[in-house]
């Protein structure tokens, strides 16, 4: 439900009006958005087309991939129309709709991250059982449940924000509907939601650190009494895993625990700026140049094309 007073639309001020090359950053923007786009579907793509990637961690890497695909769609196409067109407005429906899915995604993308190191920790610890631990069902069963998780809170947090009046200036101080940018524009008292939605984001981001502490905990007492080849490609596996998860939970800690006197609309928008159009463009590179497995399967589909071509002539 939406409340009446949010007919009229919202004013998103978005990082151009604050740039003293707004052309200039736009085109960054938009040369970073295709390298998101066609970095993490190629990604997919070799999962899904080399049998060799056919395993659990690549599987839940492409879910990370269509993850982050998503969620730059969301923000940065009405980001860069609305400074092309000389636009700043968005509608309280697409407001809405804008708010769910991100929630729904970055939600996602926090089990999914606890996800892939419980992967990580039976396959290094446990090997022997990983086939039967990590099987397909299992997989999907998973990837589901991140995805239900994320879509639940998304729900919760845009029906209850999308209620409040919104008596104040109907100006974002943010490049798209982002919860705590939102909240801030009801005149009514909005504590008590804060205060739930803060100790909600707690445990969004608490529980999976824990099963990510957890888990790497275990895989690193495990490589230190293992010293071998392999043990040093399963540490570099996980250093890459440890580095998206820092990444991304360090900027969700920011947003949504710490106290609101660290808040200042730029410091805001700089660290959205950052894990929504940033770290969806370091996790294709993260996991693919530094896997050999996914580098061979890319090595292998360029060799195709010519003798594909040869083929047909």
């Not at 509608?91 to 419980?118: D, H, K, P, R, W």
């Not at 990580?120 to 997989?139: D, E, F, G, S, T």
Request: proline letters at 4%; one cysteine or more.
């Amino acid at each position: 439900m939406i409340s009446d007073s949010g007919q009229s639309d919202f004013i998103l001020v978005g990082i151009f009006s604050q740039s003293k090359h707004p052309t200039f950053l736009c085109v960054i923007i938009f040369i970073v958005f295709l390298l998101v786009l066609s970095g993490n579907s190629l990604l997919i793509f070799l999962i899904y087309s080399d049998a060799h990637l056919h395993t659990p961690m690549y599987f839940f890497i492409s879910q990370l991939s269509l993850m982050d695909v998503m969620y730059i769609s969301i923000t940065v196409p009405k980001m860069l129309m609305n400074q092309v067109l000389s636009m700043n407005k968005i509608s309280t429906l697409e407001c809405g709709m804008q708010m769910f899915l991100y929630v729904t995604l970055g939600g996602s993308e926090c089990f999914l991250l606890a996800t892939m190191a419980y992967d990580r920790y039976v396959a290094i610890c446990h090997p022997l059982h990983y086939p039967v631990l990590m099987n397909h069902r299992l997989c999907l069963l998973l990837a589901s449940g991140c995805w239900f998780l994320g879509s639940v809170d998304g729900f919760m947090l845009t029906s209850i924000t999308m209620t409040f009046p919104f008596c104040r200036t109907r100006e974002i101080h943010h490049f798209f509907c982002e919860v705590p940018a939102i909240v801030k524009l009801s005149c009514s008292d909005t504590s008590l939601y804060e205060t739930v939605m803060y100790l909600c984001c707690v445990l969004m981001l608490l529980i999976p650190v824990a099963v990510i502490s957890s888990s790497y905990s275990f895989i690193l007492f495990t490589i230190h009494r293992i010293n071998s080849a392999k043990s040093q490609k399963s540490f570099a596996t996980c250093s890459s895993h440890m580095t998206v998860v820092i990444l991304f939970y360090g900027a969700g800690v920011y947003n949504y625990m710490l106290p609101s006197f660290y808040h200042t609309p730029e410091k805001d928008i700089m660290v959205s700026v950052f894990y929504t159009i940033l770290t969806p463009l370091l996790n294709p590179l993260i996991y693919s140049l530094r896997n050999k497995d996914v580098t061979e399967a890319l090595k292998k589909m360029v060799n195709v094309g010519p003798v594909f071509q040869e083929i047909i002539k």
